[in-house]
């Protein structure tokens, strides 16, 4: 088997699923990614933006079969968006990206991003905290 490419973006990511990645492997191995873009960029606890390259959230991924893991991927793009200043891209918020019945239980910590789409997974991007060593205090949303 040729080994998978490295999940820079959430299109690589859903590849990577559809080439028959565990989708919470490939999730963690793009916030490693994100961790280390992060931190090279120089991120400092606090900063009112994170630096994350609009490149790991822009371009449209294939469509996961799974409909929880487009409302994953879709919710984590706009959510990239809101922590780092900018516009979600228009893929994330067509309606393949949301689930027609929420899942889940309501959980406290599930950004709205993921919340509106109906996938109440508590707190995203864990790991990405945990490799930078903070306790982000996140933009508003909507700001």
Known sequence: ME???FPASLRLVAENIARGQDHTSAIK???DHLARA???AGWADGDPTLPVPRAAFE???PLPDVPWQRA???GLAEHLARLAG???PEWCLGDAWFLPEPIGRTVEGTPPELARRGLMCGPVLGN???RLGVRPR???YGA
């Open 38 to 40: 992060v931190a090279a």
């Open 29 to 31: 191995e793009f916030v």
């Open 86 to 88: 900018e516009s979600p």
């Open 3 to 5: 080994p998978l490419p």
């Open 138 to 140: 996140l933009p508003a």
């Open 72 to 74: 994953h991927i879709g």
């Open 59 to 61: 371009e449209e991924p």
């Open 128 to 130: 990405l905290w945990t």
